[in-house]
């Protein structure tokens, strides 16, 4: 999970520092559970839930990894 924020939070960082954006909290969470999600689903780990129960039931699903 910190792997997948510290991600977001780099990707955001580099468009405020090259796209002179403004940093947009909301969308570094979101970015940072659509990450930990991919890489759940997706690496390996056998993660069978959608997005969505990954948002609504974070713990649950991570009881299922």
């Known amino acids: 999970m910190w792997l997948a924020l510290a991600k977001a ?3 955001q960082r580099n468009k405020i520092t090259f796209n002179v954006d403004q940093i ?4 570094i969470f979101a970015l940072g559970q659509l990450h930990a ?3 759940a689903k997706f690496g390996g780990c056998g ?3 959608t997005f969505s129960a990954w948002c ?3 713990i649950e699903c991570l009881r299922e990894v």
């Open 37 to 39: 999600w991919s890489w």
């Open 47 to 49: 993660l069978r839930g």
């Open 24 to 27: 947009d909290e909301i969308e």
């Open 9 to 11: 939070i780099w990707t």
């Open 56 to 58: 609504m039931h974070l």
